[in-house]
Antibody, heavy 117, light 110 residues
Framework: QVQLQESGPGLVKPSETLSLTCGIS?????????WGWIRQAPGKGLEWIGSIHHDGITNYNPSLKSRVAISIDTSQIQFSLKVRSVTAADTAVYYC??????????WGRGAQVTVAS | QSVLTQPPSVSGTPGQRVTISCSGSNSNIGGNTMNWYQQVPGTAPKLLIYSNNERPSGVPDRFSGSKSGTSASLAISGLQSEDEADYYCASWDDSLNGYVFGGGTKLTVL
């Protein structure tokens, strides 16, 4: 059973870059799946951020595309998310997920990120 | 404003059957498969239904999905107290070239 674990700073200052990593256990990033990020602002619904395939193909939410980058670590056992120029509106729980059935099917437990000075 | 539209809330009593609707357009539901997630507050979403009406391993057959045109529904039969959660519909959107979620529906078991 694949396990995913988000990690990164819980507090980011406005205008800085949010960086998160998703560690993968019991699966290989080269297994042909897409690996993605989804976030949930306090009291709000789910928002898909984007995803990446091991061959480097990426898809991004058009509303975030100019500020977001998803990459695969050279270790091949984790992938990362960067969101530039953050504001309070980027405060959310960030989830990483494996798109195992063509959709985000296995999720991490989530990482709370707060944007504040 | 979500691309997919769901009712904010539904409710039912134990044993009852409830349905949650989701409406979209030809670029998402109309042209792609429908998926549903269950989220108990404070926990990560769980995939409940994929490819319109398929259940991942471990999901009870009390949960079922259907799709017609640009709308879809999630049905929960034999309602149980542990079904109280938020439910989200989701689909790929060809116009946005991205994955879109509904705004979520809060299910209350009375």
């Amino acid at each position: 059973q694949v396990q995913l674990q988000e990690s990164g700073p819980g507090l980011v200052k406005p205008s800085e870059t949010l960086s998160l990593t998703c560690g993968i256990s019991n699966d290989s990033i080269r297994n042909g799946h897409y690996w993605g990020w989804i976030r949930q602002a306090p009291g709000k619904g789910l928002e898909w951020i984007g995803s990446i395939h091991h061959d480097g193909i990426t898809n991004y939410n058009p509303s975030l595309k100019s500020r977001v980058a998803i990459s695969i670590d050279t270790s091949q056992i984790q992938f990362s998310l960067k969101v530039r120029s953050v504001t309070a509106a980027d405060t959310a729980v960030y989830y990483c997920a494996r798109e195992g059935l063509g959709v985000p099917s296995e999720w991490g437990r989530g990482a709370q990120v707060t944007v504040a000075s | 404003q979500s691309v997919l539209t769901q009712p904010p809330s539904v409710s039912g009593t134990p044993g009852q059957r409830v349905t949650i609707s989701c409406s979209g357009s030809n670029s998402n539901i109309g042209g792609n498969t429908m998926n549903w997630y269950q989220q108990v507050p404070g926990t990560a979403p769980k995939l409940l239904i994929y490819s319109n009406n398929e259940r991942p391993s471990g999901v009870p057959d009390r949960f079922s999905g259907s799709k017609s045109g640009t709308s879809a529904s999630l049905a929960i039969s034999g309602l149980q107290s542990e079904d109280e959660a938020d439910y989200y519909c989701a689909s790929w959107d060809d116009s946005l070239n991205g994955y879109v979620f509904g705004g979520g529906t809060k299910l209350t078991v009375l």
